[in-house]
């Protein structure tokens, strides 16, 4: 009987984990995520500079 | 009550954003990462009590007349949504190019507020500004900030004037009257106008102490760091050191005292679940999320490491100038100057880079771009490789650097291909780029775009790669009758089933074994599958383990469970990163290459790259290790020249193609 | 300095199409580390030519050309500097300042 008991704990458990995970999925894809948890962009302010880049394409074939 | 922050790029915006709202917006300052603006509450001690104070952060521009997409959302939203109140955020060391902006801003009847940002830098170098003086001139409030700083840094005051002003009318010290604005040289004359009382406005407020000695210093600095040659053989010595010290140093001391506690945390699961539960339900609680997301978290401090050490390249300017040296090469196969952005943002994640292509104007452009920036490796792919490069190669630090080198090589390769499928080629390109100062990198900037990016990978972990290695374990346990696999008949499992037929066609590439090919599958979802799964179907609880690597005094452990030779191991890392990417990336290209022959024909490209290049790693390399081809040698040639001639079809109708508007021109 | 001379040498034909009247010559033929006045920007591309001007390189503004590094010329304009390629500095014609 013992083990019954001990079943069903360790089911709802993984059952709670994965339904947090998806709820997580669900969260952020409402956020409007793209790419859950996505290290987003690169790096801190500035880091970079500013890069004003323009390009202009036109064809000199 | 709606504050808006404007400016030029690079004079501090998100920095400032990020200190009035205690958020913590990582996007750097290339164009097209800022597409979008950002809301956030002002945070309480700044507010004074007051609630509903909202701060917008605004894509940086350098003046009214939009030339990018994104400098038309700051405009839009100046013009159209009616802040209450705009915070425009002046570069201290820039003045002369800054306010001419600011005189546009204060033509609008707004009340304005000037940020006089990067203070402390013009006090470093000597400069004064005379803050009352300038506040005269412009006529409205000038108020000196230090975003980068913690305390004193004008921000209290920034606020409550902004609640001051708030509902006041702005006069502008400045009226560009254009008549006709559709006369491009009324325009002109009126905004040559502009910049003239600009400069009476500066030379009345700024005393200048010229230092040109640091400024050159800096120039030396920069013909060394950005030389077309030399400045190659730094980038790779600079990422080798990175990797040495993430791989080979700090990274693994610290992964091992973590990883101890997994294994921990894994036997005393272990022990409360005791005997009496089903084997199904104890696996995949310990093999499949214990053991899958553990392997893949695992790697989590020596990820921070790397992360921690490429903020630091990013803060101090080096980056920029990697660009530069890149630039040339990617000019010479007919990307834009732009490409390098994207490429560069993708080294953090494939899904931002390829939407910053968006800002790249020519269509062939900007799809070759999407479609090659995910080769990069980008922060879900340095797991796998630590992984690899941790039980094959002994943590050497050059094989992260290798494929730093080798994703950059396939770009470039690619692009050259493509230009010749597309027919498009002597497209001319303008690139101008600003090249901020080097300076000494924040360490505070660097923990925090570390720590950040280390909860999103936890995030990641716990929710699709936790997901997946559920799912995984399943397939694994279970047959297609639903009977559970008995042990030593794992192939009949339904992931075996599944993944066979696709070991087949990774023979040739040296590694055919379905847990391989599984891993390879679920890859697609999310790149750090690739190690999740492998943790799961071999039963390996993590790739780091303490004592297992001081016994056998090397890998040989887990790396005999998988049964791949150095030369195989190194074909399936170059196969997982250089073919196509994860379903977030592909999503982005979709969306970016607005084309659906574009869109297929890109994925089928990478498949083709990651399929060649794995094998050639794979039969050169056994080649030269034991001086013959390995398994499978012709049927794999068979399928790559195959390929090739596929390209090489197309290659020759766009050339057709390139031909005949040559002499229809002529 | 380099940069300069190494150009002068390998592209004669480049400085003489450069060139002109009144010792006007584009940005690739001008001489590191001193500062010149711009002339005119040449190019059709009207867009192209508003932007430079909201960065303040217009007819008439200083521009200081700091190094050649390959086919990128490091150029100072205001207190900014900048990374540009070939084509942009063949497409900005400068005078010396005196």
């Known amino acids: 009987m013992g083990n019954i008991i001990g079943n069903i704990i360790v089911a709802v458990i993984l059952v709670a984990i994965v339904v947090a995970a998806v709820a997580k999925i669900i969260v952020e894809k409402k956020k409007g995520a793209k790419c859950i948890g996505c290290p987003y962009g690169k790096g801190s302010e500035g880091g970079y500079g500013c890069c004003c880049s323009l390009h202009n394409d036109t064809e000199v074939n | 009550m709606k504050i808006a922050l404007a400016g030029n790029p690079n004079s501090g915006k998100t920095t400032l954003f990020n200190a009035i709202t205690g958020r913590i917006e990582r996007v750097g300052n290339w164009p097209g990462v800022t597409i979008e603006k950002k809301e956030g509450p002002v945070k309480k001690n700044l507010a004074g009590g007051k609630t509903n104070i909202v701060v917008v952060d605004l894509p940086g521009t350098y003046s009214m007349s939009p030339f990018t997409q994104e400098e038309d959302i700051t405009r839009s939203f100046i013009k159209y949504e009616k802040p209450d109140v705009i915070i425009n955020i002046v570069d201290a060391t820039n003045l002369s190019r800054s306010l001419f902006f600011t005189t546009q801003l204060l033509e609008l009847g707004i009340p304005v507020i000037v940020a006089l940002n990067k203070s402390d830098l013009n006090r470093k170098k000597g400069t004064v500004i005379n803050v009352q003086a300038l506040s005269e001139r412009l006529k409205c409030p000038v108020i000196e900030t230090i975003a980068t700083s913690g305390r004193n840094n004008g921000l209290k005051e920034l606020i409550s004037t902004a609640l001051k002003i708030r509902g006041t009318k702005q006069e502008a010290p400045f009226v560009g009257k254009v008549a006709n604005s559709n006369d491009k040289s009324e325009i002109e004359a009126v905004d040559r106008q502009r910049f003239e009382f600009v400069k009476s406005v500066v030379s009345e407020v700024e005393i200048k102490k010229h230092d040109d000695n640091r400024l050159s210093r800096q120039d030396a600095a920069d013909r060394i760091i950005a030389h077309r040659w030399l400045g190659i053989p730094i980038f790779a010595v600079v990422m080798w050191g990175v990797f040495s010290i993430s791989q080979a140093y700090l990274g693994p001391f610290l992964a091992d005292i973590f990883v101890g506690w997994i294994d921990a945390f894994h036997a005393w699961v272990e022990g409360i679940l005791g005997e009496g539960v089903s084997p199904v339900l104890r696996s995949i609680l310990l093999d499949g999320i214990i053991g899958g997301v553990g392997a893949v978290v695992g790697f989590l401090p020596l990820i921070m490491v790397l992360f921690f050490l490429l903020a630091l390249l990013e803060d101090c300017g080096y980056m920029a100038r990697v660009a530069v040296v890149m630039d040339r090469f990617l000019k010479k196969v007919g990307l834009s100057g732009k490409s390098i952005i994207p490429i560069i943002i993708g080294t953090g994640c494939a899904v931002p880079g390829v939407m910053a292509t968006r800002t790249i104007k020519n269509d062939r452009q900007r799809r070759t771009t999407a479609m090659l920036t995910p080769f990069m490796p980008c922060g879900a792919k340095l797991p796998v490789i630590a992984l690899f490069s941790g039980v094959f190669f002994n943590d050497s630090p050059w094989v992260g650097t290798l494929m730093y080198f080798v994703a950059v090589a396939l770009i470039i390769a690619g692009a050259l291909i493509i230009v010749r499928i597309t027919g498009e080629r002597n497209a001319k390109t303008y690139f101008i780029m600003e090249l901020p100062e080097y300076r000494f990198p924040s360490l505070k900037r660097a923990a925090i775009s570390m720590l950040s990016r280390g909860k999103a990978f936890i995030i990641r972990a716990g929710t699709i790669i936790l997901l997946c290695n559920v799912v995984v374990n399943l397939m694994q346990s279970f047959d297609w009758s639903l009977h559970v696999v008995e042990e030593g008949a794992e192939n009949t499992s339904i992931l075996a089933s599944i993944a066979s037929p696709f070991a087949v066609l990774l023979i040739p590439l040296g590694f055919g074994a379905w847990q391989l090919a599984a891993a390879a599958i679920t890859g697609f979802i999310a790149k750090e599958n690739v190690v999740g799964t492998l943790a799961v179907v071999y039963s390996i609880t993590n790739f780091i383990d303490t004592e297992e690597f001081e016994l056998v005094g090397g890998a040989t452990n887990v790396a005999g469970v998988m049964g791949l030779t150095s030369v195989a191991a190194l074909a399936y890392l170059m196969f997982n990163l250089f073919t196509t990417p994860c379903f977030a990336a592909i999503g982005a290209m979709r969306a970016e290459m607005e084309n659906k022959k574009w869109f297929w024909g890109g994925i089928a490209f990478q498949l083709c790259i990651g399929y060649t290049v794995a094998f050639i790693t794979y039969q050169f390399g056994t080649l030269f290790t034991t001086g013959a081809f390995g398994t499978a040698f012709l049927p794999g040639l068979a399928v790559v020249i195959i390929m090739m001639s596929v390209i090489a079809y197309f290659a020759g109708k766009g050339e057709q193609k390139a031909a005949v508007k040559a002499t229809l021109r002529a | ?98």
Request: aromatic fraction near 8%; include cysteine.
């Open chain 3, 1 to 98: 300095m380099n940069g300069t001379v190494s150009l002068k040498t390998i592209m004669p034909t480049k400085k003489r199409m450069g060139r002109y009247d009144g010792g006007t010559v584009n940005l690739t033929n001008a001489q590191a580390n001193r500062e010149y006045i711009i002339k005119d920007i040449k190019t059709d591309d009207l867009e192209l030519k508003g932007f430079l001007f909201t960065l303040g390189c217009y007819e008439g503004e200083k521009v200081t050309l700091l190094s050649v590094l390959g086919d990128n010329y490091i150029i100072t304009i205001k207190d900014a500097k900048y990374s540009i390629d070939r084509n942009l500095a063949e497409a900005i014609l400068v005078s010396r300042s005196f």
